[in-house]
């Protein structure tokens, strides 16, 4: 190769997405070619897609249509489409994106470099190999800022939730050897990362078909144990896989921090049956009620989908008053997305767009009032800050507590002096005011 031909990437949806990114990133600079920040640099652009939902799908679509653009009206020879569109709609990308130049399913990944080779030369290219049978993780460029990083400890899933399309996406739940989980997370700790978060489609999940049991306090322990990283967070936590042995770790291993991302729902009994989620409102109330009486302080994340096919205004109702009762920490909800090729496509009961709408905005209204008492009475608190940078505008720094999971929650933001803080550095900070979601305050000398 003469000349280097020069990659851009675009990475759509979630931390594991991103993951997937960064190990292609590893295999096309180990294969020789040129990693360009600017898609005005690049030669060929490479598109990892999102399709969970039909927003995603449409912010993909979106953005195949925009750089092909690029590709019309300047030096950009290629698009190479990969991730959940290009494994979703594998049969018609090609036709309804002509754009597109080559495309990688979710199993393909480690073929990139071939990918972009054939993509430069003008030839249509796609590979699709067997999802389930795909050696998971791989050497990887960190692209996320230095002090954190993510840790993918498995891949697909097992939980066959109704309206979710994941499961024929990404294949069965597959874990990754803890050894390996662990040498990787040495690797991040050797590259001065001061929190890593585990994620996965189901992390409480983690372990049971490799060593016949859920591993995931273990692996904790041992992350713990062998290396020195600061902060551990969990993602993506489901009820009923919430072991004694995991609330234990969390009460007890000071660098796991105490917050959940627990993923409810919802509360109704008819609504969980019918999204064929595993336990009822009975299991989640005691799962909440055992993390909340044995790990004091700790912070619950958990996400509630409203308007989903059959659901009554009691059932509306019951979700709202569970809401208020639990209090959560951090609440996200979504409008119930018809997918296809999921069973809640072809339920009966669909519920229309604009009732949806009204529900979504019913509860995140009741969240709110909820944060803001919460957040108010932060006021006069010290919380240990991960800083995260500089804002010339408002002349603070920000930074996340604890209770703050990178892209998804609040931030922190404080007073200091100029200079006086580096991006990275764990600081005190002395609560003044609450705005939003976000905290305000003054770093503690």
């Known amino acids: 190769m003469s000349e280097k031909i020069k990659v851009g990437f675009v990475s759509l949806g979630c931390p594991k997405n991103q993951l997937d990114t960064e190990v ?12 360009v920040s600017e ?28 750089i092909g653009w690029l590709k019309k009206n300047r030096t950009l020879k290629a698009i190479v489409v990969t991730g959940c569109l290009a494994e979703r709609y594998r049969d018609s990308i090609f036709d309804e994106l002509p754009e597109v130049d080559a495309i990688l399913g ?16 003008g030839k ?30 498995a891949e697909g899933c097992d939980n066959r939730c109704a309206y979710c399309a994941i499961p024929s996406i990404r294949g069965k739940f597959r874990s990754r050897p803890m050894d390996e989980l662990v040498e990787e997370a040495k690797t991040m700790e050797e590259i001065g990362v001061k929190e890593l978060v585990l994620v996965a489609q189901d992390t409480t999940r983690y372990g049971l078909d ?14 713990t144990d062998e290396t020195t990283i600061p902060w551990i967070r969990v993602l993506y936590c489901y009820p009923d896989k919430i072991t004694d042995e995991l609330v ?19 509360i109704s009994d008819h609504m969980l049956k019918a999204m064929n989620r595993h336990g009822d409102g009975a299991l989640i109330r005691s799962v909440v009620k055992k993390l909340r009486d044995n790990v ?49 496509y072809d339920f009966d009961d669909q519920i229309d767009e604009q009732t949806k709408q009204d529900r979504y905005d019913i509860v995140m209204r009741t969240q ?21 940078d500089y804002d010339p505008v408002s002349e603070t720094y920000y930074g996340r507590s604890e209770g703050d999971a990178p892209e998804i929650d609040g931030k922190v933001y404080f007073r200091a002096p100029k200079k006086s803080v580096e991006p990275g550095e764990f600081v005190k900070v002395k609560i003044t005011e609450a705005v939003d979601y976000d905290l305000v305050g003054d770093k503690i000398k």
């Open 39 to 66: 898609e005005i640099e690049a030669d060929v652009i490479v598109i990892n897609t999102c399709a969970f939902i039909e927003s995603a799908k449409q912010e993909a679509i979106d953005n195949i249509i925009d």
């Open 248 to 266: 234990a770790e969390f009460a007890n291993n000071p660098r796991l921090l105490k917050y959940i991302d627990l993923p409810i729902q919802h």
């Open 106 to 121: 979710v199993g393909s990944i480690h073929n990139i470099a071939e990918a972009v080779r054939a993509a430069v030369k």
């Open 24 to 35: 292609m990133l590893h295999e096309l600079y180990e294969e020789g070619f040129e990693i």
């Open 124 to 153: 249509k290219y796609s590979s699709y190999e067997d999802k389930n049978e795909v050696k998971l993780g791989g050497e990887r460029i960190v692209t996320t800022p230095e002090y954190y990083a993510y840790l993918k400890i």
């Open 296 to 344: 004091p302080g700790i912070i619950i994340r958990t996400t509630v989908i409203v308007g989903f096919p059959g659901e009554t205004e009691e059932n509306f109702t019951e979700l709202c008053e569970y809401v208020k009762e639990a209090k959560f920490d951090r609440l996200g909800a979504f409008t119930f997305s018809r997918e296809e090729d999921t069973p809640a």
């Open 368 to 388: 709110g009032d909820i944060t803001e008492e919460q957040n108010e009475a932060m006021i006069g608190r010290t919380l240990t800050v991960l800083c995260e």
């Open 210 to 223: 490799l060593y016949g049991e859920y591993k995931l306090a273990e692996l904790i322990r041992r992350i």
